[in-house]
């Protein structure tokens, strides 16, 4: 659903998955410093909405997810995964309950599956599930995501701006190496690969979507083995491209190490002082100071994930 923000003056679209949102508004450099003083907002409209409702529902979420449901308390904003037997991560959202119901987003078009997925999963809980497609996710750096009616955006964006567009916001969000589901990841993800795993068990955040201290889940296993022993299979890297071409390589692009396919290149972006940057799945064992190429462009790593223990080894926040 196309955002009406895209009428506001200087918007230009995205491309893509986030083709229904501003790309920028001029001035991408700008928006991103904007956005980094603690300024402004980001029109996260193009992400699918759900709502899940009913008196059985928080309970229902914690036997399910990798996060802890359980006496969460309203406005608390959490993010959740859905694994695999084997552990891999099928899908991710993130949200907030208001005491009656468990508003969440997740990425554009992954609403429908993930809601098939929760409804075939109800057996004899109260709960519903639905999408919101009257529901919009915003962002802003004083307060992280939010959700506003469909109808008001324009009267939020009057009152929260200045706009920034969704390259500014993808540019400090892999800064911060906080990995994007589907793009950063892929079918046979962990989430101890990416730094959904937190260090410690009493450590809670929507940066973190699991939690190490709750009751059993598909996927649990997996989760916690790496954990205990450490060595996961791969490791989340940020990466700093060549800045002397004027281009950056498509998502799902080969990391190459030598001769050997080594990885992909999932998100990127360009920084207002890193330059080109980007997030990329490498397998463990490859040198942490090793220089990578990617599409023919040499680039370098910079650890995000520890390769021996498989935590995100700075504050995500």
Not at 72 to 85: E, F, K, N, V, Y
Not at 89 to 97: A, K, M, T
Not at 116 to 140: C, H, I, N
């Amino acid at each position: 659903m196309t955002s009406p923000l895209l009428s506001l003056p200087g918007a230009v679209a995205g491309d893509g998955a986030d083709a229904a949102v501003a790309a920028h508004y001029g001035s991408f450099n700008l928006e991103q410093r904007t956005l980094a003083s603690g300024e402004g907002f980001v029109d996260l409209s193009h992400r699918d909405v759900l709502r899940i409702a009913g008196p059985d529902r928080l309970t229902w979420l914690h036997s399910l997810t990798s996060q802890a449901f359980e006496g969460l308390a309203p406005g608390a904003w959490t993010s959740a995964l859905i694994l695999s037997p084997q552990g891999h991560v099928e899908h991710f959202f993130s949200g907030v309950d208001d005491g009656s119901s468990f508003l969440a987003w997740t990425e554009p078009g992954a609403g429908e599956a993930l809601v098939g997925y929760l409804e075939r999963m109800k057996f004899w809980s109260d709960v519903t599930v639905t999408l919101e497609p009257s529901q919009a996710s915003v962002w802003r750096p004083s307060q992280g995501y939010s959700f506003v009616p469909r109808e008001s955006l324009e009267t939020y964006a009057a009152a929260a701006g200045p706009a920034c567009g969704f390259w500014a916001f993808e540019a400090l969000r892999i800064e911060r190496g906080e990995p994007r589901f589907g793009v950063d990841t892929d079918a046979r993800t962990i989430p101890n690969e990416v730094g959904w795993v937190p260090g410690a068990a009493d450590v809670v955040g929507p940066e973190y979507a699991v939690h190490l201290d709750k009751g059993c889940y598909r996927g649990q296993e997996t989760v916690a083995r790496v954990h205990t022993l450490g060595r996961p299979p791969r490791r989340l890297v940020l990466l700093h491209l060549d800045g002397s071409e004027n281009r950056l390589p498509a998502a799902g692009s080969e990391l190459v190490f030598g001769e050997k396919t080594v990885g992909f290149l999932g998100s990127s972006a360009r920084h207002h002082e890193l330059g080109p940057i980007a997030l990329g799945l490498v397998k463990r064992n490859v040198p942490v100071d090793a220089q990578l190429v990617v599409d023919g462009m040499p680039v370098a790593q910079e650890v995000l994930v520890d390769p021996e223990i498989g935590l995100h080894i700075r504050p995500l926040r």
